[in-house]
């Protein structure tokens, strides 16, 4: 089992920067494909990055493309979202969540794919 803390979100203005991290409990986090999922209100939650176990491969959202970029440090027990250019449409709850698989290099892009969430952290951009 994996417990997930967030921490980085905060108010920005439109084409600033923000990086997220998500720290995980448990010393078996580099076995978690881990990815980000956001939140506006109003809307349903929505795919924005993941990443496999060994960070050897990635997926992000078409919407956050070339903007974001998802890492991972398993001697830290750490993944991150690094979100350049932000637009105020980026405004949203940003949960991170963990799902057990080892060696695949395979990523979810489906919310349903994880079993473990974070509490979330609120991103504000203002225009």
């Known amino acids: 089992q994996v417990q997930l803390v967030e921490s980085g979100g905060g108010l920005v203005q439109a084409g600033g920067s923000l990086r997220l991290s998500c720290a995980a409990s448990?010393?078996?986090?580099?076995?978690?494909?881990m990815g980000w999922f956001r939140q506006a209100p109003g809307k349903e939650r929505e795919f924005s990055a993941a990443i496999s176990w060994s960070g050897g491969s990635t997926d992000y959202a078409d919407s956050v493309k070339g903007r974001f970029t998802i890492s991972r440090d398993n001697a830290k027990n750490t993944v991150y979202l690094q979100m350049n250019s932000l637009k105020p449409e980026d405004t949203a709850v940003y949960y991170c969540?963990?799902?057990?698989?080892?060696?695949?290099?395979?990523?979810?892009?489906?919310?349903?794919?994880?079993?473990?969430w974070g509490q979330g952290t609120q991103v504000t951009v203002s225009s």
């Open positions: 448990g010393r078996t986090f580099s076995s978690y494909a």
């Open positions: 969540a963990a799902v057990l698989a080892p060696y695949t290099d395979y990523v979810y892009a489906r919310s349903s794919d994880y079993n473990y």
